[in-house]
């Protein structure tokens, strides 16, 4: 059982080979993969989480996908003064799936 923490973009994800996980928008190379940052390395018994062995640690992924998420509805208002404004927003996403953990 080998398992890494990983930071993708402001969050942090618990990943596995073969684990898909949606992140913030992310721009894949040529092949279509990326490789994210490890911030916690567990390997059976054993838990790595200094620096220098995981700058040694490389987490790839294939992106499956480019989304969008549900969309979100912001209001403004203010009391007496006739003041109100909507706005939307959708989040821009990506889809990836973990390839290897070495």
Known sequence: MVYAVVRSGG??????VGTIVTMDRVQADKSGNITLPAVLLVDGDKITSDAASLAKVT???EVLEDLRGPKIVIQHYKNKTGYK????HRQELTRVKVTGIK
Not at 85 to 88: I, K, L, V
């Open 85 to 88: 404004r909507r706005q939307g």
């Open 11 to 16: 969050r942090q994800e618990k990943v596995e």
């Open 59 to 61: 987490v790839t992924a």
